[in-house]
């Protein structure tokens, strides 16, 4: 089982930027992927992106392709995930998640941290 935990949340203004990181502890995840996904109040879980530990592929939505970049940290065994304009509508706690798949489907995920808020104000 890998254990996950989120940070860096908080609240901003329209059009800044945030820093999330997930560290993964546990069972050996270098074969596994990690996804970042969000869920605003009475939504599904939604996907936001994916990285591969192994070679560094990486997925993303395509709401957030050229603002959002996942990265990752093999000797910290952290996930980064730095969102950069932020908007509004991005409100939302997000949740990082391990999978054996570079997938984008919360069901493809069986290992969730306990989310950060991220709020963003207009």
């Known amino acids: 089982q890998v254990q996950l935990v989120e940070s860096g949340g908080g609240l901003v203004q329209a059009g800044g930027s945030l820093r999330l990181s997930c560290a993964a502890s546990g069972r050996t995840f270098s074969n596994y992927a990690m996804g970042w996904f969000r869920q605003a109040p009475g939504k599904e879980r939604e996907f936001v992106s994916a990285i591969r530990w192994s070679d560094g592929n990486t997925r993303y939505a395509d709401s957030v392709k050229g603002r959002f970049t996942v990265s990752r940290d093999n000797a910290k065994n952290t996930v980064y995930l730095q969102m950069n304009s932020l908007q509004p509508k991005e409100t939302a706690v997000y949740y990082c998640?391990?999978?054996?798949?570079?997938?984008?489907?919360?069901?493809?995920?069986?290992?969730w941290g306990q989310g950060t808020q991220v709020t963003v104000s207009s």
């Open positions: 998640g391990a999978s054996a798949f570079l997938g984008i489907l919360a069901t493809m995920y069986n290992s």
